[in-house]
């Protein structure tokens, strides 16, 4: 997953590029980046691996003189983790295109060989997201025009969508010209826009999230449609076009079970609100299931899964208690490459109070279940700190498929649902009880924010992926997932 920002405004936008990249960093803590250009059509770039504030010092910020611009966090999906994965990628023909891309293509290979032979274009990295960058660039470079203007650039966005395959939402720095926005034909990934008056012409941010946009002053217009695009001219003129034939709204809907921000709205559904009536519900399924359940108190995993496991505890009329303390300067477990770091590191970021365990029946509540490792190690922290019974519930249903759309899940034969019935899952764990959302009403929780919205991507759940897939590429990202690959990659990396 990853986090992507662009503002375009009457002053230097690099200091709000940086603040926006702080409140998106939990969409991405292996790499980020920024480009900015200026009046006079310079370009400038930092990027580099680490967290937003390790990457950007006071000399990098004193060099990125630009009134519009783009920035990036990134967490590995697609390609390696290095720092020519950093983003935003550059490709100089024609005018110089910069590009942050959130999402990942399904036909990223297939395209790049169309590049390579085709289309004479040598990527120096095996990114979709640069694969991505030079579609659009080569289609941009086939209309020939010297200063394109926002009907050149949306044919190109035009035809993108027409060779594109997956998710993507997408943020490109025209040098000499502008920024653009554009989203992929589902909406899989966010995308928003928000409006500032500046003293002679409106300033405008774009971004994955809408979180930032009140404590930088703007007010948030709305979100890109899927396959829209929007262009903002270096003055600061705004165009916009529907570029897709086939548009559908089908949100990403793990972006509110875990990935944004309780403080943002996507795709106007409140992530917070999503997420209480995520606790309700599991409350109601409880009840439903257990009438004469013997749970005692309930207690969140942090962070993630504070807000549903409130709204459960109050559905359910028991105490809501903190068990777990987390710290929070370690980076999330699931980002430790491999399966030993992670266990330990469980136990380092959360420390429990045992208090509120002894001699009691707790109901854990996490947002979802992955590889199964977080809930295994937390049981075994509740029962050594004295529970009597623990039960487990999870805010999201049974996480079986691997994800297409840019989600960093493992493998499906690593996810530690794809074929265990909930039962089996509970003993693993080792849990006294297990209790999974049902999609339906996971679905629910999101269409009671936007009922307009009908249809969610909910692959990891289902299976079903909503784009074309090209032949094997199941198969071949599942092989490429796994962690013993993944391993053996890194050593060669290494290694020279
Ligand atoms: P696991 O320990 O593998 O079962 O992972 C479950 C935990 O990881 C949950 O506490 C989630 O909050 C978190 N999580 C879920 N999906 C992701 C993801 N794609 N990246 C990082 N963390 C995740």
């Known amino acids: 997953m990853c986090g992507i920002v662009g503002i375009s405004a009457e002053t230097n936008v690099a200091a709000e590029i940086y603040d926006s990249l702080l409140m998106l960093q939990h969409r991405g803590q292996d790499a980020a980046g920024m480009s900015v250009c200026d009046n006079d059509d310079k370009l400038k770039t ?19 003189i630009g009134n519009y611009g783009i920035g990036h966090v990134r967490y590995p999906t697609a390609g390696g983790a290095g720092k ?26 297939h395209l790049s060989t169309q590049l390579f032979h085709a289309e004479m274009r040598h990527l120096k990295t095996d990114s979709d997201s640069e694969v991505l960058l030079n579609i659009f660039a080569h289609e941009l470079a086939k209309q020939r025009e010297i200063y394109p203007s926002a009907e ?19 943020l490109a720095l025209i040098t000499g010209h502008g920024i653009l926005a ?36 703007f007010t948030k217009m709305r979100d890109v ?18 570029c897709s034939d086939e548009p559908k709204k089908r949100p990403c809907i793990f972006e509110y079970v875990y990935f944004s921000r309780p403080d ?11 997420r209480m009536r995520m606790g309700s519900k599991l409350a109601e399924q409880i009840i439903k299931q257990k009438p004469d359940h013997d749970i005692d108190v309930v207690i969140p995993i942090p962070d993630s899964s504070t807000t549903a496991a409130h709204e459960l505890a109050v559905g359910l009329g028991i105490p809501y208690r903190e068990g777990f303390v987390k710290n929070r300067y370690i980076g999330r477990t699931f980002i430790m490459p491999y399966q030993e770091e992670r266990k330990k590191s469980v136990r380092r970021k959360l420390n429990i109070l045992d208090l509120e365990f002894d001699g009691k029946n707790v109901l854990l509540v996490d947002d979802s279940i992955v590889r199964g490792t977080t809930s295994k190690k937390i049981i075994e922290m509740a029962r ?5 019974k623990v039960y487990f519930a999870s805010a999201a249903p049974a996480i079986k498929y691997q994800n297409l759309y840019g989600i960093d899940m493992p493998a499906t034969s690593e996810l530690i649902a794809s074929n ?33 919205i009908t249809e969610y991507e909910t692959s990891i759940f289902t299976g079903e992926y909503i784009t074309p897939l090209v032949e094997n590429y199941l198969e071949e990202l599942e092989s490429s997932r796994k962690d013993e690959i993944k391993t053996q990659r890194e050593k060669s990396k290494a290694n020279g």
């Open 46 to 64: 930092r990027k580099s691996m680490g967290y937003v504030r390790d990457v950007f010092q006071q000399r990098h910020m004193d060099k990125l």
């Open 84 to 109: 020519e994965y950093a983003q935003p990628m550059y490709v100089n023909s024609p005018y110089g295109i910069s590009a942050a891309h959130n999402g990942n293509l399904t036909n990223a290979k």
């Open 152 to 170: 050149h650039i949306f044919k190109a966005v035009s035809k993108t969508h027409i060779r594109c395959d997956g998710a993507y939402a997408v």
């Open 182 to 217: 554009f989203r992929d034909n589902n909406g899989i990934r966010p995308l928003s826009i928000g409006i500032r008056k500046g003293k002679s012409r409106d300033e405008y941010i774009l971004a994955s999230e809408d979180a930032m946009f009140t404590p930088l002053g």
């Open 225 to 242: 449609e899927p396959g829209e695009a929007i262009f903002i001219d270096k003055k600061g003129e705004l165009f916009s076009q529907q």
């Open 264 to 274: 943002s709205k996507i795709d106007e559904i409140s992530v917070y609100k999503a």
């Open 384 to 388: 050594d700190a004295g529970a009597k």
């Open 420 to 452: 265990r019935s909930n039962e089996e899952v509970a003993n693993e764990i080792n849990a006294d009880w297990l209790i999974y959302q049902t999609l339906e009403d996971l679905i629910d929780t999101a269409k009671s924010g936007n009922p307009d």
